[in-house]
């Protein structure tokens, strides 16, 4: 499991008209721990260039791939090679800022999909990709950024495999913008688990 995490202190800078810093730091070490528990019992790498948030993940018992100067796509590729290094068959890719994470292990399982098919779990808006799961040694290239779910799945098109879309409500919020805080209901968020459910991935 790889999970880039970026500085608490200069993450969500676009929440700025509802937070001040030291909550907005506050809010992403929160996600990010959740996401590091919604990820057991997957072993967790976490990605980053910030001494505090290498000594936080390893406080965490997690390990830390130190990728400065990388940027994120070179930091998640990074990430992913020192969890194939591991012997890894599958690599689960799940954002730290998703703060409805649940079981992110269930993902690494292919079930009845083909061993060497690309999972993708596109954010609510199907603009960005929050988790990614890939086969080991697939050469995914990571493109992340604003329309990045459209190009991971041109990329799983590239390397010739199935990419199966999975829409999960609760994987698909992640907090980028002051409408982002308003979490759903548990009512609201029941009934898209259950519209999700009725239908077919893809």
Same mark, same amino acid.
């Given at each position: 499991?790889?999970?880039?995490?970026?500085?608490?202190?200069?993450?969500?800078?676009?929440?700025?008209?509802?937070?001040? %810093? &030291?909550?907005?730091?506050?809010?992403?070490?929160?996600?990010?721990?959740?996401?590091?528990?919604? &990820? &057991?019992?997957? %072993?967790?790498?976490?990605?980053?260039?910030?001494?505090?948030?290498? +000594? #936080?993940?390893?406080?965490?018992?997690?390990?830390?791939? #130190?990728?400065? =100067?990388? @940027?994120?796509? @070179?930091?998640?590729?990074?990430?992913?090679?020192?969890?194939?290094?591991?012997?890894?068959?599958?690599?689960?890719?799940?954002?730290?800022?998703?703060?409805?994470?649940?079981? !992110?292990? @269930? !993902?690494?399982?292919?079930?009845?999909?083909? *061993?060497?098919?690309?999972?993708?779990?596109?954010?609510?808006? @199907?603009?960005?990709?929050?988790?990614?799961?890939? %086969?080991? =040694?697939?050469?995914?290239?990571?493109?992340?950024?604003?329309?990045?779910?459209?190009?991971?799945?041109?990329? =799983?098109?590239?390397? +010739?495999?199935?990419?199966?879309?999975?829409?999960? *409500?609760? !994987?698909? #919020?992640?907090?980028?913008?002051?409408?982002?805080?308003?979490?759903?209901? *548990?009512?609201?968020?029941?009934? &898209?688990?259950?519209?999700?459910?009725?239908? %077919?991935?893809?």
């Amino acid at each position: 499991m790889v999970i880039p995490v970026k500085a608490f202190h200069a993450a969500k800078g676009r929440l700025a008209s509802a937070l001040d %810093p &030291a909550a907005r730091a506050a809010l992403a070490r929160s996600m990010a721990e959740g996401v590091v528990g919604a &990820a &057991a019992p997957l %072993p967790v790498t976490v990605v980053c260039d910030d001494p505090e948030v290498a +000594g #936080w993940a390893r406080a965490l018992g997690v390990t830390v791939a #130190w990728t400065p =100067g990388l @940027g994120l796509d @070179g930091a998640v590729e990074a990430g992913v090679r020192a969890v194939e290094a591991t012997g890894a068959t599958r690599i689960v890719v799940a954002h730290g800022d998703l703060p409805l994470a649940r079981d !992110l292990a @269930g !993902l690494a399982q292919p079930g009845d999909r083909e *061993p060497t098919s690309i999972t993708l779990v596109p954010d609510r808006h @199907g603009d960005g990709t929050n988790v990614v799961v890939l %086969p080991a =040694g697939c050469g995914f290239r990571f493109a992340y950024g604003p329309g990045s779910f459209a190009r991971h799945r041109a990329e =799983g098109a590239r390397l +010739g495999v199935a990419v199966h879309v999975v829409h999960d *409500p609760h !994987l698909g #919020w992640d907090v980028d913008l002051p409408a982002d805080l308003d979490l759903p209901s *548990p009512e609201a968020l029941a009934r &898209a688990v259950a519209a999700a459910a009725a239908c %077919p991935e893809g």
